[in-house]
């Protein structure tokens, strides 16, 4: 079991920045894939980025690829997600999520396999 809390989120303006944290209990996270989901007001939840256990490797979505990066550090159990250049579109309750499959083939992209989950953040982008 580990419990996720996001933070980090705000209003800014449209080509600013802003650093989400996703912090999780336990003494496990180093053995979870990481991912960033964010639903805007009247849509689909959607795929933002993921990071495999290590940090070795990561993948976004097109949307967001090339302006946002996500990093862990693992002694802090702790998952970021820096989002730069951000655009009204941008504007959403970002969430963090955990994979606990050990070794799952390929990257998680899909909502539904993660097993755990944040609350959530809000990020407010103004045009």
Known sequence: ?????????????????LRLSCAASGRTFSKYTMGWFRRAPGKEREFVAAITQSGGVKYYADSVKGRFTISRDNAKNTV???????????????????????????????????????????VTVSS
């Open 1 to 17: 079991q580990v419990q996720l809390v996001e933070s980090g989120g705000g209003l800014v303006q449209a080509g600013g920045s």
């Open 80 to 122: 970021y997600l820096q989002a730069n250049s951000l655009k009204p579109e941008d504007t959403a309750v970002y969430h963090c999520a955990a994979d606990s499959l050990p070794q799952r083939v390929g990257i998680p992209t899909l909502y539904n396999q993660y097993d755990y989950w944040g609350q959530g953040t809000q």
